[in-house]
């Protein structure tokens, strides 16, 4: 049974850093896209980062510039630095993954986790 639990989220000022991370089990993720969505209150689900097997990264727009994904396959975990946080950012962040190449589509996705909660406060 595969298993992601993101961890890192909490409450922060507009302009600060959060580092979130997300550490798979039942699975070996070494070959996988790991991927970073979003959902704020009233909205639907949105990409934010993901990041292939070999490194290669994906961004929305907006964060761009400000998010850094990484990933470390012996721990089987990837991490979402956020810089420079605006209210906007404010989200239950979620950690996903598929097979393949990287792509902003969620349906794309097969395993989630339950989502980590971020709030950036003006």
């Known amino acids: 049974q595969v298993e992601l639990v993101e961890s890192g989220g909490g409450l922060v000022q507009a302009g600060g850093s959060l580092e979130l991370s997300c550490a798979a089990s039942?699975?070996?993720?070494?070959?996988?896209?790991m991927g970073w969505f979003r959902q704020a209150p009233g909205k639907e689900r949105e990409f934010v980062a993901a990041?292939?097997?070999?490194?290669?990264?994906l961004y929305k727009d907006s964060v761009k510039g400000r998010f850094t994904i990484s990933r470390d396959n012996a721990k089987n975990t990837v991490c979402l630095q956020m810089n420079s946080l605006k209210p906007e950012d404010t989200a239950v962040y979620y950690c996903?993954?598929?097979?393949?190449?990287?792509?902003?589509?969620?349906?794309?996705?097969?395993?989630w986790g339950q989502g980590t909660q971020v709030t950036v406060s003006s």
């Open positions: 996903a993954i598929k097979t393949g190449w990287a792509t902003a589509k969620e349906d794309y996705y097969a395993y």
């Open positions: 039942g699975r070996t993720v070494s070959s996988d896209t």
């Open positions: 990041i292939t097997s070999g490194g290669t990264t």
